[in-house]
């Protein structure tokens, strides 16, 4: 059905946690510490980070994270 409504130019926001899912989106938005550290296609992330995958974007952003200091 996301497939489907997206197709048909549908806008369809997507909220998970798990990264593998992201690499599936067309942009991608992660959030740290309340503000968003990441926005852009999963491609993109991956070149800018350096990595292979979005789980590995993920940990970077999250090793900068206060965490409520």
């Known amino acids: 059905m996301i ?3 997206s197709a ?3 806008t369809v926001f997507v909220t998970t946690h798990y990264m593998d899912e992201a690499e599936y989106c067309n ?3 992660i959030m ?3 503000r968003i550290d990441a ?3 999963p491609k993109k992330l991956k070149q800018h980070f350096m990595v292979n995958s979005m789980t590995e974007v993920f940990y ?3 090793k900068e994270a206060k ?3």
């Open 3 to 5: 497939y489907e409504a």
């Open 8 to 10: 048909r130019g549908i």
């Open 27 to 29: 942009r991608v938005s």
């Open 32 to 34: 740290v510490d309340g």
């Open 39 to 41: 926005l852009d296609s």
């Open 60 to 62: 970077k952003l999250a």
């Open 67 to 69: 965490r409520g200091e």
